[in-house]
T-cell receptor, first 111, second 114 residues
Framework: DTAVSQTPKYLVTQMGNDKSIKCEQNLGHDTMYWYKQDSKKFLKIMFSYNNKELIINETVPNRFSPKSPDKAHLNLHINSLELGDSAVYFC??????????FGEGSRLTVL | AQTVTQSQPEMSVQEAETVTLSCTYDTSESDYYLFWYKQPPSRQMILVIRQEAYKQQNATENRFSVNFQKAAKSFSLKISDSQLGDAAMYFCAYRGNRDDKIIFGKGTRLHILP
């Protein structure tokens, strides 16, 4: 069973569209994250939720809206997509300070 | 703000040889945690090794070991007996003791030459 799963793994869409990426973890972790990896492989945190509450919001445009319906799920909705949003988005979870468990990433391409 | 710097964008090593990847970081905290993550072509990030700043002994995981120099704020990764499967992006990362987020460096792409 996949510990942290993201869907979809690939997403190609036009500028201006709205899209969502879903993430689920079956590890029982309290904390979940969204990271963005750009074309140069730079990995930057976007959001973190602890037990459904937002605890980190790293100056991300408000076109990005995370939602955590329960502690096992953290979805990312993006409005009015722009070319610069093209990236790989990684979901991750952790229970303690020791390790992040990552999903396989969702590659978003905005045309 | 904390920063993590990896000064080597790419490195190559011959199979079975040893390679060291560099990482420096900047922090005003005294208690923190350092990590090396590996990202193979499959994209999924995997934890390689981790170190608590209050421990002087360098962490070791099989062929992977670190050289942690707290005063110099340096945290290098040594890979011994390099194998083809070690080819990947390697990210150095930092987490403060009171932080919920892990900050990553820009990564080093490691090539293994057969």
């Amino acid at each position: 069973d996949t510990a942290v799963s993201q869907t979809p793994k690939y997403l190609v869409t036009q500028m201006g569209n709205d899209k969502s990426i879903k993430c689920e973890q079956n590890l029982g972790h309290d904390t979940m994250y969204w990271y963005k990896q750009d074309s140069k492989k730079f990995l930057k945190i976007m959001f973190s939720y602890n037990n459904k509450e937002l605890i980190i919001n790293e100056t991300v445009p408000n076109r990005f809206s995370p939602k955590s319906p329960d502690k096992a799920h953290l979805n990312l909705h993006i409005n009015s997509l722009e070319l610069g949003d093209s990236a790989v988005y990684f979901c991750a979870s952790s229970q303690d300070i020791w390790e992040l468990f990552f999903g396989e990433g969702s590659r978003l391409t905005v045309l | 703000a904390q920063t993590v710097t990896q000064s080597q964008p790419e490195m190559s090593v011959q199979e079975a040889e040893t390679v060291t990847l560099s990482c420096t970081y900047d922090t005003s905290e005294s208690d923190y945690y350092l990590f090396w993550y590996k990202q193979p072509p499959s994209r999924q990030m995997i934890l390689v090794i981790r170190q608590e700043a209050y421990k002087q002994q360098n962490a070791t995981e099989n062929r992977f070991s670190v050289n942690f120099q707290k005063a110099a704020k340096s945290f290098s990764l040594k890979i011994s007996d390099s194998q083809l499967g070690d080819a990947a992006m390697y990210f150095c990362a930092y987490r403060g003791n009171r932080d919920d987020k892990i900050i990553f460096g820009k990564g080093t792409r490691l090539h293994i030459l057969p």
